[in-house]
Structure formats: C-alpha cells, structure tokens
C-alpha cells in the first residue's frame, strides 16, 4: 500500500449470506462448505466471504468481477443498503454498521454518493433539479444549491439543457447527470456502480476521461465497480478482483499483470495489452551506473507506459532508456531484452 495515502474505508472480516438462517449458514462455510452446496443443499446464496480490503483515501479503488462475484454486495455495504452476516465497514476509523438510523441518515447524506447503472434519474424533474436533489435534502441554502448546481451542470458539459426533462437526453447525457448530481453533494466519498456500463463504447470512454479529468481536480474516494477489465485498468488507482464472493488480489494494474495471485487472475488478465498498460517505473532495473554512459539513450518518464517507452526508442533507434522521477532525477533503466520481457510474459 501506498504509505503517504491513509485508508479511506477499511472493510475488516466482511461475510454476507442471503437467506432465512445466514449466520448459521456461516458457520457450514467456515467448515468448508462451498457457495455451490451451500446454495443446492440449504438454499442459501454465499455473496462474500470473509472480505479483508482497503480503500485508500483521494483514488480511485475500483471493485471488479465477472457476474456473480459479489461486487456490487460488496460497494452496498459502504453506506449500509445491506447489512453484513459478520464483519464491519470502517469509514474514517468509524463502524457504519454500528451506526443508528439516525446518524445512518446523516452519513448517506454527507459522506457518500452514488452513481448508478441506469441512471436513477427523477422522469418528473428537469435537469437542474435532478442536479439539486441531493443537495435539497442535505437541507442546503437555496443560493447555495443555485449555484453548486449550475457548477456541476457546466463541468460536465450540459451547459444549454438546464431545463429538458431526462427522457430527452440521450444515455450519455443522462449519465452526465447522474455524476453532477453525486458531485454537488461535495461528499468524500463517490460510489460508482457499473456507471458506464450501458452506455455505448465511445461514450463510455467519453465518461471514463471527464471522470479521470475531474478526479485530477477534487480527489475524492472513489469507488468503481465494473465488470470490464479495459475499463478498470485505465481508471483504476488499484484494482481488487473478486470471485465466488472471495478477494482474490488487490493491487495497481502492474501488480496484477506482472504479479497474478493466482490462475483465475492470470486467465482473467491473459488477454491485455500490456504495452499500454503496464509503466516504465514497474519494469526498469532501479540499478544505475555511478558514471553511466548516456550515448545512444533516450530520456523517459516512470509513469510512461511500455508502449510510450518502445516508441521512445524505435524513434531514436536506441536500445537504452534512461528513467526519471518528475523531478527529472534518474530513478532507473531500461533496456531492449527488459522491454521484450515485460510485453512477452
């Protein structure tokens, strides 16, 4: 874990079952009964299994999974839509799940928001009322909710559709809304379920850059839950992969690629490109010469992809990269073979 970023939320022993006896049902998983015999012998769904994550504070932790694997149980926890079997959310160090209805309430209203998969706008309500919702029922000044929601309305590119109703919109602008909406709020924490995900593919990459964009700017918690591997490798600050309801790996996209913890994430990755993917500082040899030579090298940046670093060097016709931090220091090296390792493995 990154150490100059704090956890945000940290979920500690997380179990859930569906069902009319769930903890007893936990007990047989803790003896070694399976999701599938626990479903066809006591018909009792095992959502997640004993979880153990943290989401660090101003990234963007992204939650993924095939259909099935508990993801969007999992980000239903972090304001408490579903209470777990056994296990705790803490949020800034407090247990939601220990929380009243009342003080509930005010966390849902002040520390989270949430972006949906089908748009969960208001059909009755224009769209600069769809974007003050959420801050109306924070109760806020009717100043301030004029103008956080004709800021968001901007930000998000709707400038000119205040006042079309959502049918109007298209899918994308929709979604559009949705995000303002969440924003305005000024939580700390965005949850984004599946967000992008019925949206068409332009569109959709559309969406992915304003929210990279945006995130460069506030630096909120952001979590994202998607099913698309593409999708979480671009936006994802790290990346935690479930399966059966279990935490298989959690780390950035070059952890796992370089790294997978076990067959199902080396199946799930197998098809990546990793030249886009994977940056200079996650293959060079951090191993430099006191008195390097520097003739036939190119200069390039650790957060470069492979991809930026091979043109780097086909276009200088060189086959050494020398590796530097933002502050242009050289932190390491790349050579020929080590680019033909990362691309090839």
Request: glycine residues 6%.
């Amino acid at each position: 874990m990154d150490k100059l970023k704090q956890p945000k939320i940290k979920i500690v022993n997380l179990s859930k079952v569906f069902g009319r006896a769930p903890k007893k049902m936990l007990q047989l998983v803790q003896q070694g009964m399976d999701k599938t015999e626990l479903l066809t012998k006591h018909r009792h769904v095992l959502a997640l299994d004993n979880i153990n994550m943290e989401l660090q504070e101003h990234s963007i932790e992204v939650i993924m999974g095939l259909s099935g694997s508990g993801k969007s149980t999992l980000i239903r926890h972090i304001n408490r839509l579903i209470a777990p079997t056994v296990g705790e959310v803490l949020v800034d160090g407090e247990n939601i799940c220990g929380m009243s209805a009342t003080q509930l309430r005010r966390f849902r209203q002040k520390k989270t928001a949430m972006v949906f998969q089908n748009f969960a706008l208001l059909p009755h309500r224009t769209v600069i009322d769809n974007i003050s919702f959420g801050l109306q029922v924070q109760g806020q000044s009717e100043a301030r909710i004029k103008r956080s929601s004709h800021y968001w309305l901007e930000r998000v590119g709707l400038t000119g559709y205040e006042k079309h109703y959502p049918a109007q919109l298209s899918g994308g602008m929709q979604q559009r809304v949705g995000l303002a909406r969440a924003l305005a709020c000024d939580a700390d924490i965005l949850m984004m379920d599946e967000a992008f995900s019925a949206l068409d593919p332009l569109i959709r990459s559309d969406m992915q850059n304003i929210l990279l964009e945006l995130q460069t700017e506030l630096k909120k918690t952001i979590v994202f839950i998607t099913h698309d591997l593409d999708e979480a490798l671009k936006i994802g600050d790290r990346i935690a992969i479930l399966n059966q309801g279990k935490l298989i790996q959690q780390g950035t996209a070059d952890d796992i690629l370089l790294h997978p913890a076990d067959d199902y994430v080396r199946r799930f990755v197998a098809d990546v490109n990793r030249t886009g993917v994977l940056r200079a500082r996650s293959i060079m040899d951090v191993k430099i010469q006191s008195n390097p030579d520097f003739s036939n090298t190119v200069v390039v940046k650790e957060d470069d992809t492979v991809r930026e670093v091979l043109h780097s060097m086909l276009s200088a016709d060189s086959y050494n990269a020398l590796v530097t931090n933002q502050n242009g220091k050289a932190v390491g090296r790349i050579d020929s073979e080590m680019l033909a390792a990362a691309v090839n493995n």
